[in-house]
């Protein structure tokens, strides 16, 4: 998952961010490339969607990376270096923004690509250096208590569960929107019935309890809903790179914090656990956020979201096979409710015109 797309998390939710969708967003940034295309560029919807299931298949297996780790380090230590490495590839797109904005160039979109606008180089409309601070450290707030609920709990449940049940923030998302009077559409309503149903046959056992590992990752995905929301409403005045640059350094900080605090960090099991790590910070965090924003491009937002979803599906494939873990028929059938729970909350209703 982007962390910061909304709509999706990376793993980094995804904390990855976790990098899921901003349907509005990214349905103006659809718009305007909605136009006849150029030379060449038939073949480039097909690659786009390539691109996004490379980057759903690196933070589905993101999963499996994460709950290895814990074998070595502790879940704030391995988040604390993870998001440290993850803020790096962010530099480069901040630098390329401060260059765009000295050559009256355009300005970075929603899906963090350039809009068809201008941007003002009259500093005062960007935002103050206070405001900017204070909306990294949001946003990096929520990102670090989506990722440390999500990896705490994998401790205590499987890499595919994880990654089914924190799916469901795309469905929390637009629920979560009624306290800022948003309406969701009957098929959010759908979604989150199949959802429920999903999440019941997944986690819930015979004797009607959850385990501690599925409710702290469930927990977290509300986390990750909250992040989305926030972020939908901040990409619109900070740049996609500094916002993810002060977000990813907030919530390592944090992270760090936390692990000074109630773990043992020792230097032994951060090199033994180097593999997760590089491949959670670098390749999860930047190399498939940076593929999500290149695939965004011409791909239609209800597309993107649910390929986005499938993140779920390489999470439970990536336990089996790394992992040797397995799912009942019955968490199957859940799996299975959940992801379509994901997908068809992402359909729009086509309205019948009236006859006469």
């Known amino acids: ?75 704030f230590t391995f988040n604390a270096v993870r998001f440290a490495l993850g803020s790096l590839p962010m530099l480069p797109l901040i630098a390329l923004a401060r260059r765009r904005r000295a050559d009256g160039g355009f300005t970075a979109s929603a899906t963090g690509r350039p809009s068809n606008r201008s941007l003002p180089r009259d500093a005062s409309t960007r935002p103050p250096l206070r405001s900017l601070l204070l909306s990294g450290l949001a946003a990096g707030a929520l990102l670090y208590g989506g990722a440390s609920l999500q990896q705490f709990g994998i401790v205590y449940t499987t890499a595919g569960k994880a990654g089914f049940i924190t799916g469901l923030y795309v469905i929390i998302v637009p629920i979560l929107g009624l306290l800022w ?16 149903v999903g999440l019941f046959l ?11 590992g599925d409710s702290l990752v469930l927990a977290g995905a509300f986390f990750w809903a909250g992040h989305v929301i926030l972020v939908g409403s ?45 491949y959670g910070g670098l390749i999860s965090v930047g190399i498939a956020y940076t593929l999500q924003l290149i695939g965004q491009r011409r791909t239609p937002p209800a597309h993107a979201a649910i390929i986005l979803g499938l993140e779920a599906v ?43």
């Open 1 to 75: 998952m982007s962390q910061i797309e909304p709509g999706h998390t990376d793993g980094s939710r995804r904390a990855h961010e976790p990098e899921h969708t901003n349907e509005a967003a990214l349905a103006s940034e659809s718009a305007r490339h909605s136009g006849p295309e150029g030379p060449g560029e038939h073949g480039k919807p097909l690659v786009s969607e390539s691109l996004l299931l490379l980057a759903s298949a690196i933070w589905g297996f993101a999963f499996v990376a994460q709950r290895v780790a814990m074998d070595h380090i502790g879940p």
């Open 181 to 196: 009077k948003m309406r969701p559409k009957a098929t959010a309503w759908a979604g989150a019935a199949l959802g429920i």
């Open 202 to 212: 997944l986690s819930v056992t015979e004797q009607f309890t959850i385990g501690l």
């Open 234 to 278: 901040l990409i619109k005045r900070i740049d996609v790179g500094t916002l993810a640059f002060l977000q990813f350094t907030t919530c390592a900080v944090l992270s760090f914090l936390t692990a000074l605090a109630v773990e043992d960090i020792r230097m032994d099991g951060i090199i033994a656990a180097a593999g997760p790590i590089l």
């Open 314 to 356: 390489f999470a439970a494939v990536g336990g089996w096979a790394v992992l040797d873990e397995t799912l009942s028929s019955r968490a199957l059938v859940g799996c299975a409710l959940m992801l379509a729970g994901v997908i068809v909350s992402q359909l729009r209703l086509q309205r019948r015109p009236r006859a006469g």
